[in-house]
């Protein structure tokens, strides 16, 4: 991948540059971050040893393009030295390349939206791919007939019961405090599972600190994309209310709204629900007055008990002899 600004913070580090390995016939892709483009070829003996010689593979062939980390001598003389033929994409011809390509797009994409509905800063796009790909890798796949490709390369299904929504509030409780009052815990946001741990990664909004914890309490809902609401037309003027109170208290949709703009709001609903309650009191009284006309103004039993059709249940039993 070209250059990324602004550079990933990941462990310490900063990453400007990432590269993407996918096998072709599980599907399974890596992810690796770069100080420079030079890097690749350590990228690509670290997937060759980590991965594919560890699942009982060997690299046979590797498809690429023409840029300058793929060409160079060094890169060259790795594939040489450890039997991996180079197969390079016609220039400008990123289709003979297709499943990389596409790989890339799709990584890009998500974490493009994992960003934007998580409110993370911008330089955490390089711990979200990181993200992204532990994720695709273990969920289902068109080519593969529906199987993942974790399933694929392992021949094991993947365990999800600890996955967690990206983006979610996440309470890190502390192993050790010092004093009685200290807090327990810190609140921070999920972006991330431990690669090479049980355990969970969280941003610490507060100093922008990413730390690995396995003792999380997570709130999960109502997500960040989707706005907290009330209202349902059964629900009635009540409901209305409670809409319109939530709208002008929700974070996420009135985060940036001054008075002036909440002053708008109220002009623009206070009208509606006015007409709504208007509606609702004719409806009512048309219904009376229909009572009314059947009834004839007579009691219904001994009492004075008045049941509207509204509120009564009838069961209509014929009799087979009529």
Request: charged share 25%; with cysteine.
């Amino acid at each position: 991948m070209g250059t990324v600004n602004p550079p990933a913070k990941y462990k310490g580090g900063s990453f400007p540059y990432a590269c993407k390995i996918t096998d072709d016939y599980t599907k399974m892709k890596e992810v690796y971050l770069l100080r420079k483009k030079s890097d690749t070829t350590e990228a690509v003996h670290t997937y060759n040893m980590c991965v594919a010689a560890a699942g009982g593979y060997r690299i046979e062939t590797i498809r690429c393009d023409k840029g300058g980390e793929n060409t160079g001598s060094e890169f060259r003389d790795y594939c040489k030295n450890s039997a991996i033929k180079l197969e390079y994409a016609a220039t400008n011809t990123p289709q003979q390349i297709g499943v990389s390509e596409r790989d890339g797009q799709t990584l890009a994409g998500v974490t493009r939206c994992l960003l934007k509905d998580g409110d993370f800063p911008p330089s955490m796009w390089g711990e979200l791919m990181l993200t992204v790909a532990y994720l695709l890798n273990s969920s289902p796949h068109s080519a593969l007939g529906g199987a993942t490709p974790y399933s694929k390369l392992h021949n094991k299904s993947p365990d999800l019961s600890g996955l967690r929504v990206i983006g979610a509030r996440a309470f890190v409780h502390h192993e050790r405090y010092r004093k009685k009052l200290d807090d327990r815990a810190f609140e921070g946001k999920l972006c991330g599972f431990g690669l090479d741990s049980q355990t969970y990664r969280v941003l610490n909004p507060s100093n922008g600190a990413v730390v690995e914890s396995r003792n999380v309490t997570f709130i999960e809902s109502p997500p960040r994309s989707v706005p907290f609401q009330y209202s349902t037309e059964a629900n009635g003027y009540e409901s209305d209310v409670l809409s319109f109170t939530s709208l002008l208290d929700s974070p996420h949709s009135t985060s940036d709204l001054d008075f002036t703009a909440q002053n708008e709001l109220l002009r623009q609903d206070v009208p509606k629900m006015q007409q709504d309650n208007l509606a609702r009191e004719e409806l009512r009284l048309e219904l009376d007055g229909h009572e009314d006309e059947h009834g004839n103004g007579q009691d219904l039993g001994d009492g004075d008990h008045h049941t509207s059709p509204i509120d009564a249940s009838w069961t209509v039993i014929r009799d087979p002899r009529i």
